[in-house]
Every structure is written in structure tokens, then in C-alpha cells.
């Protein structure tokens, strides 16, 4: 499994996971299952959505990522609109290549894409190098 060095770990400040430590060589990958995002969803919520596609676009940008330790939960809320897969998908394979599609992004988060206006994450309140090596 690939570790994406520099990537947040987490949203600062909350819960809300955006990589996993280590494979799980038992069972293997959690497959990305694609979740339904409703109007009613608490505002954390869309934050945490939020700050993952805005970590994908300034770590990755256009080109396409390998899955590796990005948490399949958290990709689950925006596969299939924003981050679509390249090739055949494989919703349970840690070398899946996924991109972002920056159209959809934008008209889902526009948020992200206005000039001047981009929300603050707080990612230099993370040690993005601190991993666990287990």
C-alpha cells in the first residue's frame, strides 16, 4: 500500500480521518463504497468533505493518484462525482488510480475554486511527516 507522505492525515481540529495507518493484510482493502451526500447533512460533515477535496487537488492536482492510504470512507462520499477512476474501478484494490474530475468539484464545492475566497483548513497545524512506519 502506498503512503501518500505529506497528505493530512486528518480534518485539524475533529475526527474526521482522511488516511488509514497501515493495510489490513487479513481481509485486504476496504472496498470504496459510493455514499449518498443528502441536503441535511450537518455542516462538520460537508467541512470534512470539503477539506479532503481541497487536500486531493493541492497534493495531486489533475494527475491521477493511486488510492493507497487514503481512507475508503471518506473517498466514498465523493467517488463517482468528484474523484472518478481511471480505468476499470476495483472498489477493494489499494493501487486503484483515481483522479479528480475538477468539473463536477467545482460545481459541488465552489467554495474551493473562488479566487480570493478559499476556505482555511489549518493544514500547518499538522505534522503532515509524522507517520506511523509500523
Do not use: C
Amino acid at each position: 500500500m502506498l503512503k501518500h507522505r505529506g497528505f493530512p492525515g486528518r480534518l485539524p481540529g475533529t475526527d474526521y480521518q482522511f488516511t488509514i495507518r497501515r493495510e489490513n493484510r487479513k481481509k485486504g482493502a476496504t472496498p470504496i463504497v459510493r455514499r449518498e451526500r443528502f441536503r441535511d447533512r450537518k455542516p462538520a460533515d460537508k467541512r470534512a468533505d470539503a477539506g479532503f477535496l481541497s487536500a486531493l487537488i493541492q497534493h495531486f492536482g489533475a494527475e491521477p493518484f493511486e488510492r493507497g492510504n487514503l481512507d475508503a470512507g471518506r473517498i466514498g462520499w465523493l467517488i463517482g462525482r468528484e474523484i472518478v477512476p481511471v480505468g476499470e474501478f476495483d472498489p477493494a484494490d489499494y493501487g486503484q488510480l483515481l483522479q479528480i474530475d475538477f468539473e463536477a468539484a467545482e460545481a459541488s464545492f465552489p467554495q474551493l475554486f473562488a479566487s480570493g475566497q478559499q476556505p482555511d483548513f489549518d493544514w500547518e497545524e499538522l505534522d503532515l511527516d509524522d507517520e506511523d512506519e509500523g
